[in-house]
C-alpha cells in the first residue's frame, strides 16, 4: 500500500539551491529561480519522464512537506505538474515508485481500442482493471498478458498485486468476460503465440530464450550461464534438491528460490519451450532482495552473486550451524592451515553451490609498523578480477574562438585521468595554438552555465556525457586593471497581455550557446557592453539572415543602448529598464556606427536615431531571475534579451548553434587488449589497504593501513571470473572498454595457483569455457546478452533474451577478442 510520498526535482536544480541556500547571501547569482524539471521529460506535452533517469545524478527526491515550501518559495516554470510519486510498502523495505507501471489496456470484445493507464505496484489487479474497463459489479473475467516479444498468458491469480503478478510497462492486458450463456468468447486471444501453444514445441533441451519482463536481460543472461553449468542443472533437473531443501535456515529463502529456480530449469530443459516467461522466478527475487524490484536495469554479477547465495542457503545441508573459533596461522605451514580453513567452512557450508563452484584462497597481511604478519585463508564462490586501467583519459569539448563567425570546433584530446582543468587547456593548446592561459572551461547545459571551472579543478567532475565548451579569452591591454569574467546568455522576449491586470508582460526563453568574456571592470557601462556584445555575437543584417546566410559582410557595429547612459553609470554591467526598451523600439534602425574620427555630436544624433537590437539585463546564473547589477555576486551573469522580430532579422540562430569537426574526431581511438592472466595477476598485486578499511594489528593494538595480499590457493569445478568493467568514483561511473583475450580450451591455471587443490588428489587445473555473459552499451542504456555451450550436443547458442541462435566458436572468439562487452566467463575442469 501506499504509505507517503516523495516529488522529484531535477538534480542541477537542486544543487543550485543548495549553492544558494549555503552562501547565506541572499543576492547571490547562485538564486536558483523557478523550479524547472524540464530536462527530465521526454516532451513537454505528455510530461513523460525520460527512461532510465537516474536518482542523484539527473533527479533527487524529495519530502512533501520540504516540496510544498519550496514550490510556495520559487514556484514552477511554465506551469509544469509536480512530479509526485508514491511510497508503497513493497516486501521487506519501502520504495519510491519513480516509474509507475504503464500498461496497455483492451476488452477482447472491441481490441482496437486501446487505452493507456498507470498503476502502482502495489496495486490490485483486480480492483484496478475492473475500474479501468467499467466492468458491472459481478461480472466474472479473466485476464491475458501480451509480453513485448508477443507471447500470451493467462493472469490465473487476478487477486496479486501488480507487483507479483510481475506486470512490467509496456505490457498489453487483455480482458475477457464470460458470455451469458457460461461460455467464455474464445480459448484465447488469437491474436499472437500463446506461451500455452508450446504445448507440441518439441527442440533441443535447453535451447531456450527467456522472455524479457521489463530491463531483465541482465537476469536472463545470469540464468543462461547457471543454465549450461552442467553439474548444477543435472542437480535440479534429478530432483536431488528435492532431498535438500532446507526450510529452517534463518540465512535461507526457506526453500523459495531454489524452487523457483528449479521450475524455470525444468521448464527450459524439457525441450517443450522456445522461451519460457520467468515470472515467478522474478517475484521471488524481488521478495527476498528488494534492489531488484521493479524494472529498472541492474548488474548481471550482482544478481548472480545473490542467486548463488540465495541457492546455497536454501540448500545447505547443515541444518544447525555450529560456533568455530578461528585459529591464527602462528607460523604453521601453508597447507596446514588451509586444510582447516576448508573443513571449517565445510562444517557450516554443505550444498551443491559449494560442491561446485567454492574455492580458496590465500589472504597475506603485513603491519607497516610492526611487520605482523597475519596469514588466512577464505573461501569465494567467484573471482572478481579488476581490468587495467589506463592513466589517460580521451574527453571531447568544443572550442569557441574570438571569432564571432567562426563556428565551435568539437576537439577530442587526450588527458591525464587523474589531471586537472588546466591539463585539458594544455592539451586543447597544442591543437588550437591558443594560450592555454586565455582559456576558460565551463559545462553547458540547456543553454546556461552548468559550471565554470577553475583551472586547479579536477578532470574527475567532469562526466563523458557533459557538454564541455571552452572558450578563447581576449588579451586586454590595461593589465594591471580589475578584469571581470562575464557569462553572457541569449534570450527571446515573448509578449503576451495579462488580462486579468489590463497590462502587458512578457516571458523570456533561453536559445543558444552562451559566451564568456573577459572586460575590464571600467568598461562595463552600458553602451561598453552593448558595443562589445555586438562584436562578439554573429549579428548578421536584416537581408542576408533574410536569406538564411551570414556572410562576413553582413555585421552591424551599432554603438550603443537605447538612451544615452546617465552620469552615474555604474563601473558594472547593468539593467536596461522597461521604460528604456519601450523607448528604443520608437526608433529607427539605421546603418552602421559612423567611424570614430566623425564629431561627437554626429555621432550622438544618429544613436538618437537607432534602435537597439536588444536589451541587456543582468540575471542569476540560471538565466531566469532578473536581479540588480550590485547583486551580481564574484561572477556576474548578463542575459541580452531579443524580441522576436529583431531575432528574426539579424540573428541567425540555426546557423549560430551549427559546429564543425575537428580532424581529432576523425582519428579511431584504440581499444587496449589485455590477456584474462594480467587480470588475475593484477587481482593478486599487493595493495594498501584504504582508510576507510583498515586492519586491526593484534600486536600494535590499533588499526593499521597494511597491506595485503590475494593468492588463489585451489580453483573449484566452475570456476566464474567477473571482469570488472565498472568504474566507480567519487564523481564517476564509467565502463572500461578493454578487450580481455582468452581462449576456449585449456585456459591453464597452474602457473596462479600456489597449490592445486586443498585435497590429496590433485586434478588438472585446465578449464574449458563454457558460458560468456555480455554487456553491450553504456551504464545506463546497456544490454545483457550471452553465449553458452549445451552440455548434452556440445553446440554454442547465443542467448538475447527470448531469441536463441546457432553461434560458431569462431564467432564467439571474434566477439571476445574483437569487442570489449564480455562481462563474465564460467569455465569447467
Known amino acids: 500500500m501506499c504509505v507517503c510520498c516523495r516529488y522529484v526535482v531535477d538534480r542541477r536544480w ?18 536558483p529561480g523557478q523550479i524547472d524539471n524540464t530536462e527530465l521529460f521526454e516532451d513537454l506535452d505528455s510530461y513523460h519522464l525520460k527512461e532510465r533517469l537516474v536518482e542523484n545524478e539527473d533527479f533527487v527526491l524529495v519530502p512533501a512537506e520540504a516540496w510544498h515550501k519550496l514550490l510556495a518559495w520559487y514556484g514552477m516554470v511554465d506551469d509544469q505538474p509536480p512530479l509526485e510519486r508514491k511510497v508503497v510498502d513493497l516486501p521487506s523495505t519501502l520504495k519510491v515508485e519513480v516509474y509507475p507501471v504503464e500498461i496497455f489496456l483492451c476488452l477482447h470484445s472491441n481490441m482496437e481500442n486501446v487505452i493507456t493507464a498507470q498503476f502502482s505496484r502495489a496495486d490490485n489487479i483486480r480492483e484496478c482493471f475492473l475500474h479501468a474497463f467499467s466492468v458491472p459489479p459481478g461480472s466474472e473475467c479473466r485476464l491475458w498478458m501480451k509480453s513485448s516479444d508477443s507471447s500470451c498468458e493467462r493472469l490465473r491469480n487476478v487477486h496479486m498485486s501488480v507487483l507479483d503478478a510481475c506486470l512490467s510497462s509496456g505490457m498489453t492486458v487483455i480482458m475477457e468476460t464470460r458470455n451469458a450463456d457460461g461460455t467464455w468468447p474464445s480459448s484465447r486471444p488469437q491474436i499472437m503465440n500463446s506461451v500455452e501453444d508450446q504445448d507440441s514445441y518439441r527442440g533441443q533441451p535447453g535451447v531456450c530464450g527467456l522472455t524479457n519482463l521489463g530491463n531483465t536481460c541482465f537476469m536472463n543472461s545470469a540464468l543462461q550461464c547457471l543454465s549450461n553449468t552442467p553439474p548444477l542443472t543435472e542437480y535440479f533437473l534429478q530432483s536431488s534438491y528435492l532431498e535438500e531443501l ?54 548481471s554479477q550482482e544478481l548472480l552473486s545473490f542467486l548463488l547465495d540465495g541457492l546455497h542457503e536454501d540448500l545447505n545441508r547443515v541444518k544447525n550451524k555450529e560456533y568455530i573459533e578461528l585459529r591464527d596461522a602462528d607460523g604453521r605451514p601453508d597447507q596446514e592451515v588451509a586444510e582447516e580453513a576448508w573443513r571449517n567452512h565445510r562444517r557450516r557450508n554443505d550444498s551443491v553451490i559449494v560442491d561446485t563452484f567454492h574455492g580458496l584462497f590465500k589472504s597475506t597481511l603485513v603491519c607497516p609498523e ?131 491586470s489590463g497590462s502587458s508582460s512578457y516571458s523570456t526563453t533561453l536559445f543558444g550557446h552562451p559566451l564568456l568574456l573577459n572586460v575590464l571592470r571600467s568598461s562595463c557601462s552600458r553602451e561598453a557592453l552593448y558595443n562589445l556584445f555586438l562584436q562578439r555575437l554573429p549579428v548578421c543584417s536584416a537581408d542576408t539572415n533574410s536569406s538564411n546566410s551570414t556572410g562576413d559582410s553582413g555585421s552591424i557595429a551599432g554603438t550603443g543602448a537605447a538612451s544615452e547612459p546617465p552620469a552615474e553609470q555604474p563601473q558594472q554591467p547593468c539593467e536596461t529598464t522597461e521604460e528604456e526598451s519601450e523607448e528604443g523600439k520608437q526608433e529607427e534602425a ?166 592445486k587443490t586443498v585435497s590429496s588428489e590433485e586434478p588438472p587445473s585446465r578449464y574449458d569455457l563454457i558460458a560468456v555473459s555480455n554487456h553491450y552499451g553504456g551504464l545506463r542504456d546497456g544490454h545483457y546478452t550471452s553465449y553458452a555451450r549445451n552440455k548434452d550436443n556440445g553446440q554454442w547458442y547465443y542467448f538475447d533474451d527470448s531469441k536463441v541462435t546457432y553461434a560458431r566458436e569462431d564467432q564467439i572468439m571474434v566477439s571476445i577478442t574483437h569487442t570489449s562487452q564480455t562481462d563474465k566467463t564460467l569455465f569447467r575442469k
Not at 257 to 262: D, Q
Open 370 to 500: 610492526c611487520h605482523k604478519v597475519s596469514v588466512t585463508f577464505d573461501p569465494f564462490c567467484y573471482l572478481s578480477v579488476p581490468l587495467p586501467v589506463s592513466k589517460e583519459r580521451v574527453m571531447e569539448v568544443f572550442f569557441v574562438s574570438l571569432d564571432p563567425y567562426a563556428k565551435p570546433v568539437q576537439h577530442r584530446v587526450v588527458v591525464p585521468k587523474a589531471g586537472k582543468v588546466s591539463d585539458l587547456c594544455t592539451a586543447l593548446s597544442e591543437m588550437t595554438n591558443v594560450p592555454p592561459t586565455r582559456m576558460v572551461v565551463a559545462d553547458v547545459f540547456n543553454h546556461r552555465f552548468y559550471k565554470i571551472y577553475n583551472t586547479e579543478e579536477s578532470l574527475s567532475c567532469i562526466l563523458d556525457r557533459d557538454d564541455i565548451f571552452v572558450y578563447e579569452l581576449s588579451v586586454l591591454e590595461e593589465q594591471q586593471e580589475e578584469q571581470v569574467l562575464l557569462a553572457l546568455y541569449l534570450r527571446e522576449r515573448s509578449h503576451y497581455r495579462d488580462y486579468g
Open 14 to 31: 537542486f544543487e543550485q539551491w543548495k549553492e544558494f541556500v549555503e552562501t547565506g547571501d541572499q543576492n547571490s547569482s547562485s538564486f
Open 246 to 299: 532446507n526450510f529452517t535456515n534463518p540465512l535461507g529463502m526457506k526453500g523459495e528460490i531454489a524452487e523457483a529456480y528449479a521450475d524455470v530449469i525444468k521448464q527450459m530443459w524439457s525441450g517443450r519451450h522456445y522461451s519460457v516467461v520467468p515470472r515467478v522466478f522474478k517475484t521471488k527475487v524481488g521478495h527476498f532482495a528488494s534492489q531488484f524490484l521493479g524494472y529498472q536495469q541492474h548488474d
Open 590 to 755: 539605421c546603418s552602421p556606427s559612423p567611424p570614430a574620427n566623425e564629431h561627437p555630436a554626429k555621432r550622438r544624433a544618429c544613436r538618437k536615431k537607432r534602435k537597439s537590437l536588444f536589451t541587456i539585463q543582468a540575471v542569476n546564473s540560471n538565466g531566469t531571475t532578473e536581479r540588480g547589477m550590485g547583486e551580481g555576486g564574484t561572477q556576474p551573469y548578463v542575459a541580452i534579451d531579443w524580441d522576436p522580430d529583431m531575432k528574426k532579422r539579424f540573428y541567425n540562430e540555426n546557423e549560430a548553434e551549427k559546429y564543425v569537426k575537428h580532424a581529432s574526431m576523425e582519428v579511431p581511438q584504440q581499444q587496449t587488449t589485455v590477456q584474462l592472466q594480467e587480470c588475475i595477476e593484477l587481482f593478486t598485486t599487493v595493495e594498501t589497504l584504504e582508510e576507510e578499511n583498515p586492519w586491526y594489528c593484534p600486536v600494535c593494538k590499533k588499526h593499521q593501513l597494511a597491506t595485503k595480499k590475494l593468492d588463489l590457493w585451489s580453483l573449484p569445478e566452475v570456476l566464474i571470473i567477473h571482469l570488472k568493467r565498472f568504474s566507480y568514483t567519487k564523481f564517476t561511473r564509467e565502463k572500461l572498454d578493454s578487450i580481455v583475450d582468452f581462449p576456449l580450451r585449456d585456459l591453464d591455471f597452474s602457473g596462479c595457483l600456489l597449490r
